[in-house]
Nanobody, 125 residues
Framework: QVQLVESGGGSVPPGGSLRLSCAAS????????MGWFRQAPGKEREAVAG????????LYADSVKGRFTISRDNAKNTMYLQMNSLKPDDTAMYYC??????????????????WGQGTQVTVSS
């Protein structure tokens, strides 16, 4: 069992930056595949980034490549999402998620077993 709590959301102007955190409690956090998803009003939840258990591989949606960086610190049971060059289209509720296995699909919400409650990111001038 893993409990996830996101933080770090807020409101920034276009071009700004934010760093989201996802704190995990529970056993064997380091064995979980982790991901960030987002959902804007009226839209489906979409994958943003994923990271292997020991951070050896990171994956990104095309829409955020080169702007967002996912990382994790297993000693602190925490995952991060550094978001730079933010755009209004990045406005959404951001969720972190944990999976025992991606089963080959890091970008599918059904691959994940545990979810946080979300943190709001708003990009607006």
């Amino acid at each position: 069992q893993v409990q996830l709590v996101e933080s770090g959301g807020g409101s920034v102007p276009p071009g700004g930056s934010l760093r989201l955190s996802c704190a995990a409690s529970g056993s064997q956090y380091s064995t979980y595949y982790m991901g960030w998803f987002r959902q804007a009003p009226g839209k489906e939840r979409e994958a943003v980034a994923g990271v292997y258990p020991y951070g050896t591989l990171t994956l990104y949606a095309d829409s955020v490549k080169g702007r967002f960086t996912i990382s994790r610190d297993n000693a602190k049971n925490t995952m991060y999402l550094q978001m730079n060059s933010l755009k209004p289209d990045d406005t959404a509720m951001y969720y972190c998620a944990a999976a025992r296995s991606w089963a080959g699909r890091w970008d599918r919400s059904g691959s994940y077993d545990y979810w946080g409650q979300g943190t709001q990111v708003t990009v607006s001038s």
